[in-house]
């Protein structure tokens, strides 16, 4: 099933890269010109580029908030309530991301509910689409898919945190730690790991992002929100320009293992 559903499509998509095809007739032999086409071209540079700013929010902005608010319900997080908070928290990763995203273009619009706050409080001249505005799109869509994905890496690092051997905060308080050295000298080292997790489930998301892209944005205004995921998809089924496709799928793939791998080598656990 792996050979068949994931190592084939994986060959068949390096070797149509090194192919000028159109998915229908015949495949012509192009070497490396698509690949010097995508890092030749400004587009698909620049789309590239958003994915690499996304990581920016799909990642690091949920794990810093994850690691705040899971310090916060760490004491909370046993009986019925401690049972809400979970719930609630990972609720965003239950929603569907078509429907998340359809509800964050009502939010986002020109005279959705984010604006209605904003000129509610007098602050109607920072209003404005959100999501069609040239210099807002990415990071609107950068905060949807934050709150996406906190809840997610919340609940890994309270997780973690309950793992903690208790008598390690007894050590730093009676060493005089406060509650901030107690966090960067004994919980930050102990989720190692789990901060490892978060941070690959993440940057994968941010690099593959396609399902809140299409549904809020469609890559618009202009390519301010289009990412690889949306490109190789309209290469292929709308311009029918498999073997680019094939290669920007490739670079992808290869961009993804090289964020990742250091990130697993360096939280990976010490084992002598």
Known sequence: MYAAFVLRPLVLTIQYSFYNWNGIGVARWAGLDNYLTVFTDSDLLKIIGNALVLIV??????????????????????????????????????????????????????????????????????????????????????????????????????????????????????????????????????????????????????????????????GGPGLQTTVPGLEIYRLAFSQRQVGLASALAVVLMLLVLLCVLPIQRLTRGDKS
């Not at 273009?105 to 959705?112: A, E």
């Not at 905060?169 to 406060?178: T, V």
């Not at 966090?183 to 102990?190: D, G, M, Q, Y």
């Not at 993440?202 to 593959?208: E, M, S």
């Open 57 to 218: 929010f799909f990642s690091f902005v949920p794990v810093a908030l994850g690691l705040l608010v899971a310090s916060l319900v760490r004491r909370i997080t046993t009986g019925a309530f401690g049972t809400v908070v979970r719930t609630v928290l990972f609720l965003p990763q239950v929603i569907p991301l078509v429907a998340a995203g359809i509800a964050w273009s009502w939010l986002l619009s020109s005279n959705g509910l984010i604006n209605q706050l904003l000129r509610a409080v007098g602050l109607g001249g920072v209003a404005r689409a959100w999501l069609g505005d040239f210099d807002t799109a990415l990071p609107a869509v950068g905060v949807i898919g934050a709150w996406v994905l906190l809840g997610l890496c919340t609940i890994l690092l309270v997780t973690g945190m309950s793992k903690i051997d208790p008598a390690l905060y007894e050590a730093a308080r009676l060493d005089g730690a406060g509650p901030i050295r107690e966090f960067f000298a004994v919980t930050l080292p102990s989720l190692r790991q789990e901060i490892g997790v978060c941070l690959t489930v993440t940057i994968i998301a941010a690099l593959a992002s396609f399902d809140i892209v299409y549904i809020s944005t469609s």
